[in-house]
């Protein structure tokens, strides 16, 4: 009986070990997996906070949206051949100076591959500034951290660094497109007058050296210009001398905020111009929720519209993740692609040990492009590290944005 018994343990013992044993060789291998996964790290910056939010909370849900597709698909191929997730951070610099140096030094203190940001032209300009100026410089101390920039407009400013990236559409080339369409096809259409955003860089540089200069330059006569600020909310004055002027073209330089408060007086006071044309960052869904019946007919170039089933797809992807599909949250969406394919045609290792040289192999590879696919098309790209982006002209009919008009490009 003893004899017998023994043997049942010894049994019993012996199949728990061709059980337990395998477990644990499978729990131990699953542990080594997880702990040398390897993931992508990219950092977002820009205004999640005050008058700019929307900016930066759209090209966020826009960046999490390409990650999330990214993923999903088989993440990124690393130069070792094995596979990796993008995993994104984002951070709020407010639109500040002071902020977004100490966000990028942030984010370059840790091992985050690549930024994407900001969202004002006076933060980016600043921030490339603390960047390495020539990439060869070995003496120069400023950072190595590829910045992607998606929303800051201002002309010229990837000169600054080497590191410095944007995929922004070239303004200049729009609005002299719009302005040609407009002579051939509003040809009664003889002055303008300008109304802008004075102290926001974007729309300041293109009412002056945009789209007035565009005017000037096709023969327009120049009635002058009303002037507020981002932060203000009464444009009773401003709309009084818009109207007392009468010209046939009225253009307004501002943002979505206050150009619907513009629109809405403009309304109140029977301002109704021959033409109305905008700003390229008018054309969101923003600007048709809070005045889409005010900004009818106003027509702008814009290098996003929901026109194909690629670009559809990432405005749905991106509300999602609780954002609005623009030109410059979709120029995020774009440049998480961009990075995609960067990082695996120069063998990004995504190693503890290799933050440093990956960041500078992106930095070459995304020197190296000649042109990169988006939404709307190919996009080209400059020997100053800028894009050359297609577009088209959209015309608020109905509260929604309309394409009418693709210029050839």
């Known amino acids: 009986m003893k004899l017998a018994m023994t043997r049942i343990k010894f049994s019993l013992r012996l199949a728990l070990a061709f059980v337990i044993l395998p477990l644990c060789l499978w729990l131990s ?41 990214i993923n999903k698909t088989g993440g990124v191929r690393l130069g070792d051949g094995t596979r990796a997730k993008i995993v994104v951070g984002y951070f709020d610099d407010r639109c500040n100076v002071a902020e977004g140096i100490s966000v990028i030094r942030h984010i ?58 944007r995929n922004i559409p070239d303004e200049i080339g729009m609005y002299q497109s719009l302005f040609a369409w407009l002579k051939l096809n509003h040809p009664d259409a003889k002055s303008v007058y300008g109304g802008v955003e004075e102290d926001f860089v974007h729309s300041n540089q293109t009412w002056y050296k945009v789209m007035k200069e565009r005017a000037k330059t096709d023969g327009y006569q120049i009635k002058g210009e009303a002037k507020w600020l981002v932060s203000d909310t009464n444009f009773t004055t401003q709309v ?45 869904p ?70 440093r040289a990956d960041r500078d192999r992106i930095r070459i590879g995304l020197a190296k492009l000649k042109q990169t696919e988006g939404l709307l098309g190919t996009l080209q790209r400059t020997r100053e590290r800028e894009a050359v982006k297609p577009f088209v002209f959209v015309e608020a009919r109905g509260s929604s944005w309309q394409v009418m008009h693709s210029p050839v490009q």
Request: negative net charge; aromatic residues 6%.
């Open 240 to 284: 009084r001398e818009m109207k007392q002027v009468g010209a046939d073209v009225v253009a307004i330089s501002a943002h979505p905020f206050t150009a619907c408060g513009v629109l809405k007086e403009m309304q109140r006071q029977g301002v109704k111009p021959k033409v109305l044309i905008g700003l390229t960052s008018i054309s969101s």
């Open 286 to 355: 923003e600007t048709m929720e809070v005045c889409g019946k005010q900004a009818e007919g106003l027509i702008i170039p814009t290098s996003y519209a929901p026109i194909n089933p690629q670009a559809k797809a990432a405005a749905a992807a991106t509300a999602r993740f609780k954002g609005y599909a623009d030109l410059h949250s979709m120029a995020a969406w774009e440049n998480m692609f961009t990075l995609k394919h960067v990082i695996e045609s120069e063998g990004v290792l995504a190693n503890p040990d290799s933050v």
């Open 29 to 69: 291998s699953a542990a080594d997996a997880l702990a040398q996964e390897r993931v992508i790290k990219i950092a977002g910056f820009g205004a999640t906070s005050g008058v700019l939010r929307q900016f930066g909370v759209n090209s966020e849900a826009a960046m999490r949206a390409a990650a999330d597709q």
């Open 108 to 165: 370059a203190s840790e091992d985050w591959l690549a930024a994407v940001g900001p969202t004002c032209s006076s933060v980016a300009e600043t921030l490339y500034g603390v960047l390495q100026k020539k990439a060869d410089d070995a003496s120069d101390s400023g950072l190595h951290l590829p910045i992607f920039t998606d929303v800051a407009m201002e002309i010229g400013l990837t000169k600054i660094s080497d590191w410095a990236f």
